[in-house]
Nanobody, 122 residues
């Protein structure tokens, strides 16, 4: 059974950095896409960034381009989301997910972690 576990969330000041991790186990992973999404209260869940299985293809939502980096640690079966120059509007619960196709739509991701809260403020 596929399991995804996020970690690394917390309270951070504006302008600072924070790195989230997503460890994945189970399943027969191969040629999958790992996506990061976020959701704030009262808002729909939105795509943040994604990386392919091989780690050589990434994409980002316009609001985080140049500030966030998605990477994959193949040895540790882990995907990370490095978030730099954080803004109050980045405050949300962040989720990692796995899909069998390259997609920005959360409905294309059948496997999800429980999420980790990121709060940007003083």
């Amino acid at each position: 059974q596929v399991q995804l576990i996020e970690s690394g969330g917390g309270l951070v000041q504006p302008g600072k950095s924070l790195t989230l991790s997503c460890s994945f186990t189970g399943g027969t992973f191969g040629d999958y896409t790992f996506g990061w999404f976020r959701q704030s209260p009262g808002k729909e869940r939105e795509f943040v960034g994604s990386i392919n299985w091989y780690g050589d293809k990434t994409d980002y939502h316009d609001s985080v381009k140049g500030r966030f980096i998605v990477s994959r640690d193949k040895l540790e079966n882990r995907v990370t989301l490095q978030m730099n120059s954080l803004r109050p509007e980045d405050t949300a619960r962040y989720y990692c997910a796995v899909s069998t196709i390259w997609s920005y739509g959360d409905y294309k991701y059948p496997y999800w972690g429980q999420g980790t809260q990121v709060t940007v403020g003083s």
